[in-house]
């Protein structure tokens, strides 16, 4: 089983990324599918999720707005368009997957900064 994200880097505050976290060694299409985010010195956050078939979103009001999450079931895929990049949205983003069981990825660190 594996989760690789991508797309993390550095950006200026009010640009935007895109993360993406590829799928494989598990059944992806009956997995909800999450992007959390740790900040140093703090707890790990969820940002959004994305139902199996991708009918359903949820948003952490932080970024409500500005961050967009999305799933490609054939490519075993999920995405992350953030915009509207803040300071406060530097983390490392992890990608999970929920469903009979979960499974993390490693991690992409996004730093937003002038």
């Known amino acids: 089983v594996q989760l690789v994200e991508s797309g993390g880097g550095l950006v200026q505050p009010g640009g935007s990324l895109r993360l993406s976290c590829a799928a494989s060694?598990?059944?992806?299409?009956?997995?909800?599918m999450k992007w959390y985010r740790q900040a140093p010195g703090k707890e790990r956050e969820l940002v959004a999720a994305?139902?199996?078939?991708?009918?359903?979103?949820n948003y952490a009001d932080s970024v409500k707005g500005r961050f967009t999450i999305s799933r490609d079931n054939a490519k075993r895929t999920v995405y992350l368009q953030m915009n509207s990049l803040k300071p406060e949205d530097t983390a490392v983003y992890y990608c999970?997957?929920?469903?009979?069981?979960?499974?993390w990825g490693q991690g992409t660190q996004v730093t937003v900064s002038s």
């Open positions: 999970n997957a929920w469903g009979f069981t979960s499974y």
């Open positions: 060694g598990f059944t992806f299409s009956s997995y909800d």
């Open positions: 994305i139902s199996t078939a991708g009918g359903g979103t």
